[in-house]
């Protein structure tokens, strides 16, 4: 009996035992995991404070940046623990990922402050495609700040060897992750990273993105790093980095490429002077349907009126349309969501800039807002232009809210021509008709508005078309100033896309959201994508029959009204416009009205338009095997100094 009872309490403690050791082996592993993850956390804070801090050069900006609640400090930091997480998991052991991905971010961010310091602007992923011009920053570094080359080089020396030690020593003391762990990291890290790159399209608005203070701000990428952090603002931009050659791209299709024979001399009458004008968000609102507008806000142009510009966007993003009407390249054969003057404009590009500076005009482009906006100082450069007139070197104007007004821009623009002795090519972009449309901006709204619309759309119509009819009086300004000028002069103005009238649109039952299509039928695209167009001469009168064209076509249009023969602007865009009225990125629209939907997906594309896209591609990302045949003054001008 007794020895029974023994047994049994000999049984008991050994269970009892037994118990503890695997409640206490539990909580070890906890607090092991725990103390995995605390660390992981930590090296994802110091990850991120040293990039911020190298790129902000500034203690007091990168600590409002890491703990501010308005700025996504706290969303970088959880990306980053999330993507060591996974990438330990990949590898096999914990901590490993930090010896990878910090010295990556942390490169980036020395690349982008040597990039700030000679070019102002941050590293985009896109550099990476012109590895060419980071190299070229090496000798200017070296002849300009010796002993920051050196510091470059021995501190480059000493943290590779600082890194292959600790590479060392994390393969022989870190903890190897078991199969288990290793499947639970990745089933957080892997949805949430792909969750997070799916919301990154500045194209479109998401609710959690908003909440994660995460705003791409892509006109102005100054702002967009310092809001976004480095790593945020280098993510946002990564889609347009994937450019890649269009099959079939070669030196062999560059030159096989046909070359219209130009006329014998050319057919201008005279050397006109030229003024392009990109009217910020023009648009006929008496096309809005259920509403009536009174008097007609926009005659002259009606008037006048040469057809309309089919415009690649819709309600912003205005420096799309300039890339396209200034170079006769377009959007439609870049990555979805590219802002040629942020991402590819690097090296001088040609444009209607050097094409009239090679026939001895001056080239001036002219905006009354800050030249960085959309890059465009450095972009106007690379174009040619000689002067980019900014409202930093202009004299005051008059504001209509808080925007230069168009009547104080054309007074300056003829201003400015009345000083020009040898004709001149003037490219400017209004302001007025920006966005926000505040009720109260004019101190009377002289457009009667009838239809049943809600108090605070009638009120948004209401500024807009005040807009429009002061845009349509300055445009009358300029006319009846050339008319009294000797010299033929030829103006044309186009709308760079519809406004943002949001609900406007809705309650009028125009639109079926607040925002265009990007897929319809032809009708509904014209109808959410038209914007007026007019080409007028002092001596010719209006130009009637262009059509509605994408505003690619328009250097064809302006060189030939001004009676000029051009390899590339009217002999092969001539070509396209005999057959294409429309170059989108999701259809072709002919010149008899019928569209290709989607027609970069399919096998066989049209050899015009094949070729078309071989020849932006060359100038923009290749070797230019092209320049010299089709844009045959590129070259001397750049030479002379653009």
């Given amino acids: 009996m007794r020895s029974s009872t023994s047994a049994v309490a000999a049984t008991a403690v050994k269970e009892n035992y037994s118990v503890g050791v695997g409640t206490s082996t539990r909580f070890s592993g906890l607090s092991k995991t725990i103390g995995s993850l605390a660390l992981t956390l930590l090296f994802a804070v110091v990850t991120v404070a040293a990039v911020e801090f190298i790129t902000r050069k500034s203690f007091g900006d990168t600590f409002t940046f890491l703990t501010s ?293 001056a080239a001036r482009a002219i905006h009354p807002f800050a030249g960085w906006f959309w890059n465009r100082t450095s972009v106007y450069s690379s174009f040619g232009f000689e002067t980019f007139k900014t409202e930093e070197t202009m004299p005051p104007m008059t504001k209509r809210g808080i925007f230069a007004s168009d009547e104080s821009l054309t007074k300056e623009i003829m201003r400015q021509a009345d000083a020009q002795e040898d004709p001149f090519f003037f490219f400017a972009v209004t302001l007025q008709g920006h966005g926000p449309y505040e009720a109260g901006r004019y101190a009377k709204n002289t457009i009667k508005i009838e239809g049943d619309l809600p108090y605070a759309d009638r009120q948004m119509l209401a500024t807009f078309a005040q807009g429009v009819k002061e845009a349509d009086d300055s445009l009358k300004t300029l006319m009846n100033w050339a008319r009294e000028r000797d010299r033929e002069t030829i103006i044309v103005m186009f709308g760079d896309h519809l406004p943002p009238l949001n609900t406007v649109y809705t309650s009028t039952g125009y639109m079926n959201d607040i925002t265009a299509a990007r897929r319809a039928s032809v009708e509904q695209m014209k109808r959410e994508h038209e914007t007026p167009l007019l080409v007028w001469s002092n001596k010719t009168g209006a130009k009637k029959d262009i059509g509605t064209i994408s505003p690619s076509l328009l250097p064809y249009h302006i060189l030939k009204e001004a009676g000029y023969e051009h390899p590339y602007y009217t002999g092969f865009l001539g070509r396209v416009q005999e057959r294409y009225d429309v170059i989108d990125r999701y259809q072709l629209i002919r010149h008899d009205g019928k569209a290709a939907a989607d027609w970069a997906r399919n096998k066989k594309i049209d050899p015009l338009i094949r070729d078309y896209r071989y020849l932006q591609h060359d100038i923009m990302f290749g070797k230019r095997r092209s320049l010299e045949r089709f844009f045959p003054a590129h070259a001397d001008v750049v030479s002379a100094g653009s």
């Avoid at 600082?162 to 290793?182: D, G, I, M, N, Q």
């Avoid at 957080?188 to 203070?213: E, H």
């Fill in 69 to 361: 609640a308005a700025q996504p400090g706290w969303t970088t930091f959880g990306l980053f623990f999330i993507a060591f997480l996974g990438f330990d998991a990949l590898i096999g052991k914990q901590h490993k990922a930090v010896l990878v991905l910090a010295p990556a971010a942390i490169l980036l961010a020395l690349v982008s402050e040597q990039k700030q310091i000679f070019l102002t602007d941050p590293l985009y992923p896109t550099d990476l495609l012109f590895g060419r011009q980071i190299m070229e920053l090496m000798p200017a570094l070296v002849r300009d700040r010796p002993m920051t080359a050196v510091a470059i080089v021995v501190g480059s020396i000493a943290a590779l060897a600082a890194l292959v030690t600790l590479w060392v020593f994390a393969w022989r003391r870190f903890r190897p992750l078991s199969r288990k762990e290793r499947l639970a990291r990745l089933a957080v890290a892997l949805p949430l990273i792909t969750g997070f790159a799916s919301i990154i399209d500045y194209n479109q608005y998401f609710w959690v993105r908003d909440r994660l203070k995460v705003s791409p701000i892509m006109w102005d990428q100054a702002e967009n790093y310092r809001h976004n952090g480095f790593m945020l603002a280098f993510a946002i931009n990564l889609p347009m980095a994937n450019v890649k050659a269009p099959g079939g791209y070669s030196a062999d299709a560059i030159d096989q490429i046909n070359q219209d024979p130009l006329p014998a001399g050319t057919s201008h009458r005279s050397k006109p002077d030229v003024i392009v004008i990109m009217s910020e968000s023009l648009w006929d609102p008496t096309k809005l349907t259920n509403v009536k507008l009174s008097p007609d806000p926009m005659p002259t142009i009606r008037k006048n009126a040469a057809g309309a510009v089919f415009s690649p966007e819709f309600g912003g993003l205005t420096a799309n349309v300039e890339f396209e009407a200034l170079t006769g390249f377009s959007n439609a054969f870049l990555p979805t969501g590219s802002i040629p003057y942020q991402q590819y404009v690097r090296d001088p590009i040609p444009s209607l800039a050097t094409f009239f500076r090679g026939e001895g005009y």
